[in-house]
C-alpha cells in the first residue's frame, strides 16, 4: 500500500495508515516536506514503531538520493 503526502507550512502531522492501530504489511509511505529557503524543519516522534529487519525511516534533504540521505 502506498500512502504518504505532502506537508507545507509552520506545522504539519504525518501519521502512517491505520494510526493509532497498526499499519498494512508492505506500506510504502513517502512525505515530502517542504519549508521556505533558509528554514529549518524539526522531526518529533511521539510514537514510533518499526519491525525490526522489515521496516526502515529514511530522511533526505532533497530528492531522494544516496548523497542527500541524512538519516537511516
Known sequence: QNCGGLVQGPNG???SPGFPHGY???ANCTWII?????NRIQLSFHT???EEDFDILSV????????NLKVR
Do not use: C, M, S
Open 13 to 15: 502531522t504525518i501519521e
Open 48 to 50: 514510533f514503531a518499526l
Open 34 to 38: 517542504i519549508t521556505g529557503e533558509r
Open 24 to 26: 498494512p504489511n508492505y
Open 60 to 67: 533526505y534533504d532533497g530528492q531522494p538520493q544516496q548523497g
